[in-house]
C-alpha cells in the first residue's frame, strides 16, 4: 500500500477514527452531551406532567363528546 493511501479497515467513512468523514449527527453522539441528574430529573418531571394533562384533556373531550 501507498503512503497516500489510507487503510480501509481503519479510516471507514462515518468512523470516530475519521471526523473527516463524519455526518453532523454522528459527530453529536461521539462528543457525547453531559447531563446533571437535577436537570434530567427535571425533564422528566415535565414530561410526565405533560402526559397526565395530555390524559386528563382526552378523558374531558372524551366525557364532553
Do not use: H
Amino acid at each position: 500500500m501507498n503512503e497516500d493511501q489510507t487503510d480501509p479497515l481503519i479510516w471507514m467513512p462515518g468512523s470516530p477514527d475519521n471526523p473527516m468523514t463524519q455526518t453532523a449527527a454522528e459527530k453529536d453522539l461521539t462528543q457525547g452531551v453531559e447531563v446533571s441528574y437535577e436537570e434530567a430529573l427535571k425533564e422528566t418531571i415535565e414530561v410526565k406532567a405533560m402526559l397526565e394533562i395530555n390524559k386528563y384533556n382526552s378523558l374531558e373531550i372524551n366525557r364532553l363528546i
